[in-house]
Nanobody, 126 residues
Framework: QVQLVESGGGSVQAGGSLRLSCVVS????????LAWFRQASGKSREGVAAIDIDGPEGNTFYADSVKGRFTISHDNFRNTVYLQMNSLKPEDTAMYYCASDRYVCGLTPYRPYNNWGQGTQVTVSS
């Protein structure tokens, strides 16, 4: 029903920046929330940032580990959600996934998001 395609990952040195993009297609009207999750090797998946694109206030959510460094935004015309990542650290190295849902939002929903992209790798070297 909804398709997500991520891009923008790559390798960068600590302190550098990357901008991830996620193009949303399909039944966009059924999308309330867009989010970025990441999963490092040997670790569980964690929520990074989320944005409520259907609410009156457009609330955003960030993991404590990325506050002040990462910014999530949404472009309605391009149907794209972005994750601007600044001051990258080696600890940010992970596969980053874009996700969407019609009902749940935030970083720790009671159930998984309904729609997921294939992921884009981010590697930060020291």
């Amino acid at each position: 029903q909804v398709q997500l395609v991520e891009s923008g990952g790559g390798s960068v040195q600590a302190g550098g920046s990357l901008r991830l993009s996620c193009v949303v297609s399909g039944n966009i009207d059924r999308t309330r929330c867009l989010a970025w999750f990441r999963q490092a090797s040997g670790k569980s998946r964690e929520g990074v940032a989320a944005i409520d694109i259907d609410g009156p206030e457009g609330n955003t959510f960030y993991a404590d580990s990325v506050k002040g460094r990462f910014t999530i935004s949404h472009d309605n015309f391009r149907n794209t959600v972005y994750l601007q990542m600044n001051s990258l650290k080696p600890e940010d190295t992970a596969m980053y996934y874009c996700a969407s849902d019609r009902y749940v939002c935030g970083l720790t929903p009671y159930r998984p998001y309904n729609n997921w992209g294939q992921g884009t790798q981010v590697t930060v070297s020291s």
